[in-house]
């Protein structure tokens, strides 16, 4: 069974970030890149006008920052399924991050190919057992 392509959403303060990403992603034959967004606010915005399946969602941007869109987008859009891509590791971060409806998060030193089985895996959830 074919499925549709996964549409992602890249969110990140750094410009040579999201455009790595982008093509990184965007080179996968089963994923396409919907919109990369360099703040909170725009991803609000382009979340709500590209549909993506999975949002990568930086911690720390100007503005809004990953946490605050993350629950804004949650609250507007509940089957949007955000993973948050940081530098900052830590338990309370995590936490606070899954408490506002994240639902994945990766440290940005994570193994590339880790990264596309957390895409993959977060934006096709196994189907329950009958």
Request: proline letters at 8%; zero cysteines.
């Amino acid at each position: 069974m074919s499925h549709p392509r996964i549409r992602v959403l890249i969110v990140d303060d750094h410009p040579v970030v999201r455009k790595g990403l982008s093509s990184f992603i965007g080179n996968e034959p089963d994923m396409e890149v919907v919109g990369a967004a360099a703040d909170g606010e725009e991803a609000i915005d382009l979340a709500l006008t590209t549909s993506p399946d999975i949002v990568l969602m930086d911690l720390s941007m100007p503005g809004i920052g990953g946490i605050e869109a993350t629950r804004r987008m949650v609250a507007a859009q509940p089957d949007i399924r955000v993973m948050m891509l940081t530098s900052f590791g830590g338990h309370e971060r995590m936490v606070e991050a899954l408490k506002n409806g994240a639902v994945g998060y990766l440290v940005k030193d994570t193994d590339p190919a880790e990264l596309l089985r957390a895409v993959r895996s977060v934006a096709r959830p196994p189907a329950p057992a009958s």
